[in-house]
Every structure is written in C-alpha cells, then in structure tokens.
C-alpha cells in the first residue's frame, strides 16, 4: 500500500495560506489556531523536502517556485477529494457544495447574471464564484485549477475541451446622426475608410480587423482604441466613429445617455462560437456538469445576442 508524506489537513492549510498569503489569514478563515497551522506547514516542508513558502518579516508569506508548482497541482486535487466526500455522504448524484467559474469580460454583463441565478434556484445546495476576465487570463484560472469551468469565446482553446454555448454574429455601432444610421444593414466596403473605434482586447482585436481582411478590404482606420465595451460605445456615440462588436445590449443609449444605432452587416461576415471551456486533464465534478447543461439550456433574451 501506498504510503504518503502528506495529510489532507496539511493540503488545506497550505492552500489556505497560500490564498491569504499569511497564516494571520488562515487562522481566521479556517477558524484554526495559527500556531496549528504553522506546525502543519513546517511539518509539510519536512516531509516532502522542499521549502513551500519564503517568510517575510511583518510581512506575511509568498509562494516560492517550488510552492507555486505545488499549488498548481494541488487546485485540482482538492476539488475532486470534495466530490469524494460528497459521494461518501450518499450525496454524490447531487449538485452541492462550491463552484468556480471563468467568464469573459465582455460576456459576463450579458448572462452571467441570469445564469447564476437561474443554476442556483434549480440547485440550491450548490453556489458560483466567479472569476471575470480576459481570453489568456481565463485559460491560465482554467490550467491551473483556479476554475473548474469558462466561458468564453471559442478561439485559440489549444488543448482545452468545450461545448458550444451559441455563436453570435458581429453587428456595426454608429452614432445616431451617421449616414448610414437609418439603413437596416451596412455593408464593411462603405465603413472601411471611416474612423473606428476599436474595442482592443486580446484576439478581439485580430478578429474584427480580420473580418476586413477577408473581405479584401484591407485594414480599417483605427481613430481610437479601448478594452471597455461601454468606453468603444460612448466613443462612437459621441462621434468619434463606428465600431463593429458581438455582444448586443438591449438598448442603444451608453452610460451618459447618449444614443447609438446598431445596424446588421451585410455579406459573409464570421461569428464568433461562445463556448463553456475545461482542461483535457481533468474530470468535471457533478456540479461543472450540472453548470455546463444549465448554460447550453439557457436563452438570452429576444433584444440581446444576436
């Protein structure tokens, strides 16, 4: 039999640690003494050898390299031995307990509202956390066990598994007194030489100037760039431009009031899969399933995505 230099007690400590970055921290989230932890930890560096944490006078504790691989590894771990206890309990069929979930910046505002809520009404033993970010920010939460699941766009998964939550066709922003503002469609050929506002995230970017590209068209005259959705809407309300985007909110005024149009594009134009994202390398607990068949059930409203 297997024997290991480690207890189930000391992984906990240690992630709890690791989390709150001192043992002050720990203590009061785990409701353990402090000196219990800090016997647990050093006895954990003992037995496997390695120094886990660099201690810092008055200024708590950071991971050393060793311990940041350590953790890494460690996420996943701890979520299944979760799931394992459940199913000792006789609850294993059962959706409960904690649930960390990845979600793209410029989808959140858009579902994931209505998707906690409507995953926590069917299960109520069960609760999302939320970690919101941008395409690589997600992937690395997603490898290094941070969240069990994503969503986000379907572009550059490499090895990472996921299922087609929907697709949403891009669709062109214009401030109300354009041109083209009482048009039902535009066509990117009439856009191409006028100024745009250019919502400037990683791989959003190459992908609406791609869609140019593939048209033949050439790249458009980028006047102003920003990463906040509402920024590149007020931007064009203001007539600073035109932009093109994926999300649709469900009416075309910005923050300050202020009133857009949002029209169709005309001709082939590539929508963008929403996906719900994992690691090849790990088995979904019952609530990640659970969350990924309510996300592929759930229906935006009529005025939202398109």
Known sequence: MA??????????YFAAVAEHGSMTGASKSLMISQSAISTSISQLERDLGVQLFVRHHARGLTLTPAGEDFLRELRPFLIHATDLEDAAKGVGRSVVGDLVVGWFSTLAPFRLPSVVSSFEERYPNAR???IEGEHAQLKEALREGRCEVSVMYGYDLGDLRSVVMDSVRPYAVLPADHQFASRKSVDLADLVGEPMVLLDLPHTTNYFLSLFRMRGLGEPTVRFRSPGFETVRSMVAHG???????QRPAHDLTYDGASLVSIELTGHVSPLDVVVAWTSASRLTTRAQAFIREVRAFEAPADGLD
């Not at 024997?3 to 906990?12: E, K, P, S, V």
Request: zero cysteines.
């Open 3 to 12: 024997t290991y230099a480690f207890t189930l007690i000391q992984l906990l």
């Open 128 to 130: 999302v956390k939320v």
């Open 240 to 246: 600073h431009g035109f932009t093109l985007l994926n």
